[in-house]
């Protein structure tokens, strides 16, 4: 049986949501594109499957893809492969 959410429930998804959303903001103001990539493929974990959570998951795989980390380029490129359905 499937669990129902409670308003609770949504509301605490919406705010870590747009924590999420805050901490990109935050990060893309720093020189470290680690930072920047990992915190967006947080947010498109946060966002689930949908147009946002894909656009930001291939923003995550291309910066890890210019900086030259296969692996974490890898990581992102499954992420958005799962987001995208």
């Known amino acids: 049986m499937a669990e129902r959410m409670t308003v609770r429930d949504l509301m605490?998804?919406?705010?870590?949501?747009?924590?999420?959303?805050d901490t990109v903001e935050i990060a893309d103001g720093s020189e470290f594109f680690e930072l920047k990539a990992e915190t967006r493929l947080a947010l498109a974990e946060a966002l689930g499957p949908g147009e946002e959570a894909t656009r930001v998951a291939a923003e995550a795989t291309d910066i890890y893809e210019r900086k030259g980390n296969l692996v974490m380029r890898d990581r992102a490129a499954r992420t958005l492969t799962s987001l995208r359905g």
């Open 12 to 21: 605490s998804m919406k705010v870590a949501t747009v924590a999420r959303k």
